[in-house]
């Protein structure tokens, strides 16, 4: 018996907000998720805070012409699990550090947003997959987390957000994602969408002949340290109650 949560629809989930770093981020990580989301009625918002300007394509893009080409494929990839309203912060990529502005950068999302949920990065490193603890990844899941608690909810935290009317919010709870943290998300009837979410992002995924099969592979992985039966898909999260 395996004493991992999984995720259930509940009524008081109804706005949930995810914080990544670079454009196809959510869709590696937890696209699938997203969907089992949007399907259950939670409106949902993404906040990139970079457009992936120094993505590892092998173009001869310049950095403006990359970030709106990654900035476009987003947004068709958000599409594709239902969700319409994106925010790009337009941080450096490859540059992400835990400053005092991104913290309030992000707090100025949750805020305008007000969500019931927000979803991130993971801000520790992963000895065992060093390609998923990108610098920018863990300082991205870092500056929410600290956005979340304490600036979003501190009247006193960034007195300019207060003069451009943006009320402070409390987010009830957060998802770390990254692995099964004792928290989880059955993705089996959402991997689909899931992958097409992935193949809008052309740029950095039209050379791999093996995207469906390496996503399955990760899913079916963790579905199984989920406790799930046999054939089935899972995201993996560390869910932390923040109010």
């Avoid at 696209?31 to 259950?40: E, F």
């Avoid at 019931?116 to 990065?121: I, K, R, S």
């Avoid at 093996?210 to 054939?231: F, I």
């Amino acid at each position: 018996m395996s004493d991992v949560e999984l995720y259930e629809a509940r009524p008081e989930l109804r706005r949930a907000l995810a914080v990544v770093a670079h454009p196809d981020d959510i869709d590696f990580g937890m696209a699938g998720t997203i969907a089992r989301l949007t399907s259950d009625g939670v409106e949902v918002s993404y906040c990139l805070v970079t457009s992936g300007d120094a993505g590892g394509d092998s173009s001869t893009l310049n950095y403006e012409e990359r970030a709106r080409l990654r900035e476009s494929e987003q947004g068709a990839a958000a599409a594709e699990v239902g969700v319409r309203d994106l925010s790009f912060l337009k941080y450096p990529d490859g540059r992400v550090e835990v400053t005092l502005d991104l913290r309030r950068d992000i707090a100025r999302v949750i805020r305008r947003w007000r969500p019931d949920l927000v979803l991130t990065q993971n801000p520790e490193r992963n000895w065992e997959r060093i390609f998923a603890s990108h610098p920018d990844h863990t300082a991205a899941g870092e500056a929410t987390l600290r956005a979340v608690y304490p600036d979003a909810r501190n009247p006193h935290a960034f007195p300019e957000l207060l003069s451009e009317g943006l009320e402070p919010h409390v987010v009830p709870e957060v998802w770390v994602g990254g692995s099964v943290n004792g928290f989880a998300v059955d993705i089996t009837d959402t991997i689909d969408r899931k992958i097409a979410a992935l193949r809008r992002h052309e740029s950095q995924v039209s050379g791999r002949d093996d995207l469906e099969e390496m996503v399955r592979g990760w899913a079916a992985a963790t579905g199984e340290l989920a406790g799930l039966a046999p054939g089935r898909f899972a995201e993996g999260f560390r869910r932390v109650i923040t109010a």
